[in-house]
Structures are given as structure tokens and as C-alpha cells.
């Protein structure tokens, strides 16, 4: 079955830092992956997709990921923190164990940035 | 401009009294989803539609009940909410399955007393 590890319940960085997410993934063939993000009280916002084109994806916000095969992984990465990252991070992935109908979600990264 | 709207935001009611909780849409997607979030968790999956066909995922509990009475509207409705129904209850849509992106509503959360 499919499913999502992401390394880390929470995260803590400094403002204008590296951010680094890890998600590690598990599926049959190669699927399709996503990273969103939640604000206090708020749905989930798409940060980012990939769909079997370009394995660096860059989304909105400055933040990036890498599809790697070889690793089961798609982290994600912003050089640069900035306070209004603070929400939690969920990375997702859809495979063909669910027929590609639906998502399977990590229990999610907190990210902290401190000033 | 609003895609996914979610009514209301924060519902309270009593134990084992019936609730119902609404989702609309303006993107006319063919798929909706429910999900349920308790605090700190990940989203579960509860039921997705692709227009009026329904999929039910195997550990919904019975006291969860959908209905989609047209391609914009889906409805969530808690039978007897126990106290660990309490909950965020986020709505979702895409265009279809595969690589579509998901869509979310801002959620309606869920007090049991």
C-alpha cells in the first residue's frame, strides 16, 4: 500500500535559514507526489506537484522539492526562511495501489521559525 | 473569489444529536472529498464522489453519511456525534483523479459537548 514518511514532527529554524522537509514515500510505481501546507484553522494549500515531468519542482512561496527515485524521497527546501512559513507541511502522494483516486497524507512537519 | 466554501466554520452540538455539515464549490469539479483532522494529525479520508458515484474508504464508521445532491453541494452528515467525533472537517475538490491537484475548503470544526 502506499503511504508517506515525512522525518520530523516539527522543524525549528531561524528566520533567513535553510529549510529542509524530508518525505520519504512508498509506492508500487513511480506516483504522483505533493507538498501542502496549513495555517492555524485553514484547509490546505498546494505548495507544490510532481507529475512525472521535471524531477526539481518549484512551487509557490520560494519553496522547491526534488523527486529522487533511487531514494523514495521528495524533500522540500526554501533557502531562505521567513516568518510567515510558521504551519505545518504535509506531503502527500498518489499511486496506483489507490488507482491514482486518492491521496495519502504524512502525519505532517510543524515548521518553527524563530527570529 | 472564494472555490471551496465550507459552512459553517466552527458547528457545536450535542452528543448523539444529528449534524450536518456543508460544502459548495464554483470550480465545477467532478470530485469532492471529505476528510476528517483531529488535532495534530493528518487528514483522513472519509468519502470522495466523482460526480455521483460514491466511494466509501472501508474505515469510515457507519455514523458517517454523505450526500452530493448536484455537481456543487456535498453534504456530511454525523448520524449521533460522539465525543471523539470532534473534529476539523475539511472539504476538497479536483478536477479529476491522477496527477489533479486538491483543492481545500477552510474547514469547519466540529465541538461535541
Known amino acids: 500500500a502506499q503511504s508517506v514518511t515525512q522525518l520530523g514532527s516539527h522543524v525549528s529554524v531561524s528566520e533567513g535559514a535553510l529549510v529542509l522537509l524530508r518525505c520519504n514515500y512508498s509506492?508500487?510505481?513511480?506516483?504522483?507526489l505533493f507538498w501542502y501546507v496549513q495555517y492555524p484553522n485553514q484547509g490546505l494549500q498546494l505548495l507544490l506537484k510532481?507529475?512525472?515531468?521535471?524531477?526539481l519542482v518549484k512551487g509557490i512561496n520560494g519553496f522547491e522539492a526534488e523527486f529522487k527515485k533511487s531514494e523514495t524521497s521528495f524533500h522540500l527546501t526554501k533557502p531562505s526562511a521567513h516568518m510567515s512559513d510558521a504551519a505545518e507541511y504535509f506531503c502527500a502522494v498518489r499511486g496506483l495501489d489507490s488507482g491514482y483516486s486518492t491521496l495519502t497524507f504524512g502525519k505532517g512537519t510543524m515548521l518553527l521559525v524563530s527570529p | 473569489d472564494a472555490m471551496v466554501i465550507q459552512n459553517p466554520r466552527y458547528q457545536v452540538t450535542q452528543f448523539g444529536k444529528p449534524v450536518t455539515l456543508s460544502c459548495s464549490q464554483t470550480?465545477?469539479?467532478?470530485?469532492m472529498y471529505w476528510y476528517q483532522q483531529k488535532s495534530s494529525q493528518a487528514p483522513k479520508l472519509l468519502f470522495h464522489y466523482y460526480d455521483k458515484d460514491f466511494n466509501n474508504e472501508a474505515d469510515t464508521p457507519d455514523n458517517f453519511q454523505s450526500r452530493r445532491p448536484n455537481t456543487s453541494f456535498c453534504f456530511l452528515d454525523i448520524r449521533s456525534p460522539g465525543l471523539g467525533d470532534a473534529a476539523m472537517y475539511l472539504c476538497?475538490?479536483?478536477?479529476?483523479?491522477?496527477?489533479?491537484?486538491?483543492?481545500f475548503g477552510p474547514g469547519t470544526r466540529l465541538l461535541v459537548l
Open positions: 509506492s508500487s510505481v513511480p506516483p504522483y
Open positions: 476538497a475538490t479536483s478536477r479529476d483523479y491522477g496527477e489533479e491537484t486538491q483543492y
Open positions: 510532481y507529475t512525472s515531468a521535471a524531477t
Open positions: 470550480l465545477n469539479h467532478n470530485v
